[in-house]
C-alpha cells in the first residue's frame, strides 16, 4: 500500500504562483510513476504532470510552460510549481502514485486539494 499526503494550494490571482506537494509513504519502493491530477467543477479529472522513475518532464499541453513537476527522492515527495496561474486552473488537484502491487498495477490518490484562481 502506498499513502499520499498533499499540502499546499489555496486561493492566487491570476498570473499568481502556487506549489503543491505530496509526500508518499508505505512501499514507495513499488511506484512506478507519481504525479498530479485536476478536475474542476463539472468536468472529469485530467492529468496534469507526472514523473516516471527516469524524469520528470511530462506535462498537460494546457500547463506546459506553466507549471514545473520535481520530486526529492530522500523525502519521497513531488512538487507542482504553478506559475502563471489561469481561472481555467481552478480545480482540486489529487496526488497519484501507480505501483505495482499482488502482480498488477494499482492507483493511489491522495485527498485532493483545493487550487482557486480568480480576481
Known amino acids: 500500500q502506498v499513502q499520499l499526503v498533499e499540502s499546499g494550494g489555496g486561493l492566487a490571482q491570476p498570473g499568481g504562483s502556487l506549489r503543491l506537494s505530496c509526500a508518499a509513504s508505505g512501499s514507495i519502493n513499488r511506484i512506478n510513476v507519481m504525479g498530479w491530477y485536476r478536475q474542476a467543477p463539472g468536468k472529469q479529472r485530467e492529468l496534469v504532470a507526472y514523473?516516471?522513475?527516469?524524469?520528470?518532464?511530462n506535462y498537460a499541453d494546457s500547463v506546459k510552460g506553466r507549471f514545473t513537476i520535481s520530486r526529492d527522492n530522500g523525502k519521497n515527495t513531488v512538487f507542482l510549481q504553478m506559475n502563471s496561474l489561469k481561472p481555467d486552473d481552478t480545480a482540486d488537484y489529487y496526488c497519484?502514485?501507480?505501483?505495482?502491487?499482488?502482480?498488477?498495477?494499482?492507483?493511489?490518490w491522495g485527498q485532493g486539494t483545493q487550487v482557486t484562481v480568480s480576481a
Open positions: 497519484n502514485a501507480r505501483a505495482g502491487v499482488y502482480g498488477g498495477v494499482m492507483d493511489f
Open positions: 514523473c516516471t522513475r527516469g524524469d520528470c518532464a
